[in-house]
């Protein structure tokens, strides 16, 4: 079974606060279903496009494992705190 992968790229926070209430919450909600953290931070460098603030890489087990998390009551309630704080994309991707 193939793994899959949770990913974020900011493209800016509004309200660092609510990112940190968020970020303190989230980890532990997808750690619990399964996600190990692989990337987090600002330290990025930009080949192509537009350079993001910050980017999250979350590995899974299966793209369930993945949706299940994100899907979350835990995960949920960290969401709630980021609410209109940041802008950002947030995929599950299948790995090869």
Known sequence: ???AYLISIY????????LKAYAADALPALQAHGAT????GSEIVSKEGNKPLRA???EFDSMEAAKKAYES???KGALAKLEGGVDRQLFLIEGL
């Open 11 to 18: 493209s800016e926070i509004h309200d660092p606060e609510k």
């Open 73 to 75: 009551e835990e995960y």
């Open 56 to 58: 999250v890489v979350m």
């Open 1 to 3: 079974m193939a793994k």
């Open 37 to 40: 953290p692989l990337a987090r």
